[in-house]
């Protein structure tokens, strides 16, 4: 039986003291460089704005580990790539575990106490996990270099769509060498290790304590055997180990001391971003201080550390562009060319020494770096970006920010300017005088109460869609009569309701957003109600979400969550079923914003309607192209809109009745679709109101609806 | 060298609305106001000079009218105006243009700018006079409707080029000091962003009384303007169709149309 001391590695075995010395002089080389990238980075990011991401640190430390562990958020939409990165990380992160170890006994624990464990069945079980670590890694990078060069993913495609071919950064060639480079130089560290492995075994095979045991490295092993067979002797093995322990060595060292000056840093910046991730991101967007001049991002300091540490986590996965509604229908937009312009910006601007003068860090225009009007503006704001983001980047409250500078420059569309007149002005967005926002009202067999008059148990705060569009006060009156049948105590706010602000905030017009709201919370904080419902997905979000940051604190429920309470309850009573063939559109404000997928599913199917979704649903639900206040500005004619697009998807589905949605925009942009992209007689745009409406039995019978259409469509 | 920009603040109708009870006017219940648009294209222009000239410039914006009026003068203020200052006094209500343009006369010589800018027309009375009457009291040369304009401060002439009818312009070099009233589309007025608008706010504006600038009560109103409102009312709507169809449907059509008002 062997010592059990003897069965370990003998670290720099036979090599000549000046040798190691002039290793470990790499090595700290390499780690100075190291440090330096760090410091250059970290002063990059000292020099954005400051932001209050710091609370809960340990919660926020607690949930990086379970995203990152569980790598929940790489798996999604492409189970393979993230698996081949858990792989990756997971092999990688033991093998750093591993040289942690050997380095805690070898520099610290021996020579400072003389205290060894590194041998024996630890050091054989330690093998055996490396070598599989190792193993994974290298699968996992082969399985991505097979990515990169077969699969043609149009999402790691470079090209720009908001710049020209011959511009210097259309192509972004630079990153595709930087991949290619980090991929290469990952993988020959790992199989250099095998090989040097196996040589060490084969130099060794005569030591019965490194012999014996060489299963317990099998990859190893294996590879000695083969080399074994190949004719490599102990002795050639023992010349050839020099050279191949140098070249691993200096590449792994070359590798770390490039960490913070490559991609590779996205080891420390994605798992920092998800760290410090907004749980509200994009649902709640930043207030502008009272002390700040001009409103927005106009500089590149303007952006906050925060956002400049989102801008290194960005590692180029396309996921983002993938989901994105104007970049699938060839707007100027991908939400990574944002992110990847305004990383290149600080880098140039703010890695030197000195802060460039004020005049060379704007960040609005079409030079390297910078970001084009057109592109902002072709941002929806649906969040389909931030949601599918791996690393928690968040970017739709920089495409926001930096709106705002241009709106309070005036660099906008002449339509879109003329709303905002208009919306502070009248209050709504069509323009109507305030007194009539309830005429939808006059011709219901009841009264509604006036909610600033009298105590009601349900305020219905019905925004300007439901209001004032012809289209949409049909379903508006349905939703009144559903709560007048049902008993419910309700009221309105009448002329004082303004527009709720969330498309005006997501536009970029905070002043005019902090106008409506406050002036809707000071309405709204004077009449007496228990909980707010709206029809309008919007409003619901900026009530719930963005009014609390202005002393609004209401309860509010989407009329989906209470419609299901209701006939749950058995406050509704559903006379009939349907038997519909039906798809749902998630809102974005609805779904992704606020988490409600499932209250208006669960309706859809008490009505009795087979439910079939489409490709893209629920967190992944594609916008229908009015969001961010794109509803006020036409889009551009000869490219398809988003919501044709979303026609096209539904219109796979055969045999489909009824497109159902949940949202006053969306019946007005579908509806109009429809007609546009020729599926109008094959199916039907409604509300999921009216689908509701049709299984109710009023006194008075009213005969609109769904199945008088789709008789006559048949 | 100063520039001051006479403005007015505008009233649009609600769709639905009521004529006040002594038949004069619209109830104020239903009236929106905002800045005239004529007075955002002249304020622009003014804003124009400023911004691109090397000397010193400041623009006055001056209303008369009353209190509400400040929420116009701080969108220009927000705009980038320097000052502003409105005139007020009860008695000036009913004030046709020209008395109005009497005040503004007397806010002028007192500021002596070195030109005044007007809008051609306000967007709801129309009677494209107050910067013409300006002109008349301080004797000054003025060109109307103004669609383009040449001119440096300092300089003592500036070329204009006047909108005419059938789409003519006429150019016309005129001496400074003048009055000029500014048409619509002679530039690309700002947007006045809501946070402009708040920090603008904290801008003073200036308001003159009638004995600041030397008149008083019997110099103004109703009864000192040369035009007074009688009534105002709704015309009886006209009845008219479009005819179509052929040359002969079209006949028959209107014979059957006089057929029914002879009572046929």
Redesign the interface.
Known sequence: MTDPTQITRILFQDFDPKAIYLFYAFGYLAIAIFIHGCYVQVRKYRRGKPDESWNQIFKRFWDMVKTMASHRTLVRRDKKAGRAHGLIFFGFVLLFIGTATITLEYDILEPLFGVRFWYGNFYLLFSLVLDVAGFAVIAGLLYMMYRRKWMHLPKLDYKRVDRQIGDPDYDRSGYRREDWAFLWSFILIGVTGFILEATRLVWLSETPSVWDHRFWSPVGAILAHMMTGLGMTAEGAGAFRPYLWWFHGLLSLTFIACIPYTKIKHIFTAAASLMFKSPLVGRRLPI?PVEQ?N?GYKTITDLTWKNLLHLDACTKCGRCQEACPANAVGAPLSPRDVILSLREFANKTLNAKDLPAEAELDIHGKSPGQVMQETLWSCRTCLACVEICPVAVEHVPIIVQMRRNL??A?E?EPIL?KT??TI???GNSFG??K??RAAWAKDLPFEIKDARAEPVDILWFVGDYASFDPRNQKVTRSFAKLLNKAGINFGLLFEAEMNAGNDIRRVG????Y??LATSNIGTLQSCDFKSIVTTDPHSFNTIRNEYPDFGGEFEINHYTTLVKQLIESGQITLKKKLDYRVTFHDPCHLGRYNKGYDAPRDVIKLLGCELVEMGRNRDNSFCCGAGGGRIWIPDPVGIEKPSANRMREAGQIEGLDVFIVSCPKDLTMFEDALKTSGFEGQFVVRELIELIDECIEYDVVDITGVAEVISTSE | MKILVAVKQTAAL???FEIRDDGLDVDED?M?Y?LNEWDDFSLEEAMKIKESSDTEVEVVVVSVGPDRVDESLRKCLAKGADRAVRVWDDAAEGSDAIVVGRILTEVIKKEAPDMVFAGVQSSDQAYASTGISVASYLNWPHAAVVADLQYKPGDNKAVIRRELEGGMLQEVEINCPAVLTIQLGINKP??A???????AATKPIEEVSLADIGLSANDVGAAQSMSRVRRMYIPEKGRATMIEGTISEQAAKIIQIINEFKGA
């Open positions: 502008i001049a409103a709106v309070e005036g906008m300017e905002l007149q502070h002005k009248t109507e005088s007194r009539k017009e905070e002043g005019l902090e106008h | 609600e769709e639905d239903f929106m905002d700002r947007y962003s809501l946070r402009g608008i708040k920090q």
